[in-house]
T-cell receptor
Framework: QKEVEQNSGPLSVPEGAIASLNCTYSDRGSQSFFWYRQYSGKSPELIMSIYSNGDKEDGRFTAQLNKASQYVSLLIRDSQPSDSATYLCAVPGRKDDKIIFGKGTRLHILP | KAGVTQTPRYLIKTRGQQVTLSCSPI?????VSWYQQTPGQGLQFLFE???????NKGNFPGRFSGRQFSNSRSEMNVSTLELGDSALYLC?????????????FGPGTRLLVL
């Protein structure tokens, strides 16, 4: 089983709609979870972090965490063409402190 | 505040050669991590340095090594290059060891091995 899994996409969402990105992880001991956005040809940038079960909102972004089911999701409300990018889920392991990235989901916002 | 800088930005090498990449962290950041990004494997953690010591390491062969200097600048070395080492190598700095929420990435070094 892969340690951090994401649907590779592409995920196409109409402008103004809600984009939903999902990520599952295998290490039950993980305590922190991160979402990065990577535009084509650019380096990743951290957009959300979440540590507790439930929702965390920041502007148009909402991160959701369910530790029992071992998944974390990212919702983007009122999607804009500028949200078109690859979104990477990252989970630090509890045992060895290395951080594992999913392969990313390509999101395409349709104007 | 200046961001993470990496040099060189592009590099072409041949199989069997070795390469050294450099990374200067954000001022005040004491931890530097290195990553390899390829289309097939995605973004993979190589290692993290803090206080001139390697704190943790990903699943890469010993050909990949690094070091950190007293000013927190870091270098990564790959010896005996293989075609599969062609990738984007990203450096990231953070305030402290394992403090992933403060991590910022540099622009990367694109390495092509022929």
């Amino acid at each position: 089983q892969k340690e951090v899994e994401q649907n590779s996409g592409p995920l196409s969402v109409p402008e103004g709609a809600i984009a939903s990105l999902n990520c599952t992880y295998s290490d039950r001991g993980s305590q922190s979870f991160f979402w990065y956005r990577q535009y084509s040809g650019k380096s990743p940038e951290l957009i959300m972090s979440i540590y507790s079960n439930g929702d965390k909102e920041d502007g148009r972004f909402t991160a959701q965490l369910n530790k029992a089911s071992q998944y974390v999701s990212l919702l983007i409300r009122d999607s804009q063409p500028s949200d078109s990018a690859t979104y990477l889920c990252a989970v630090p392991g509890r045992k060895d402190d290395k951080i594992i990235f999913g392969k990313g989901t390509r999101l395409h916002i349709l104007p | 505040k200046a961001g993470v800088t990496q040099t060189p930005r592009y590099l072409i090498k041949t199989r069997g050669q070795q390469v050294t990449l450099s990374c200067s962290p954000i001022s005040g950041h004491r931890s530097v991590s290195w990553y390899q990004q390829t289309p097939g494997q995605g973004l993979q953690f190589l290692f993290e340095y803090f206080s001139e010591t390697q704190r943790n390491k990903g699943n890469f062969p010993g050909r990949f090594s690094g070091r950190q200097f007293s000013n927190s600048r870091s270098e990564m070395n790959v010896s005996t290059l293989e075609l599969g080492d062609s990738a984007l190598y990203l450096c990231a700095s953070s305030l402290d060891w394992g403090q992933w929420e403060t991590q910022y990435f540099g622009p990367g070094t694109r390495l092509l091995v022929l």
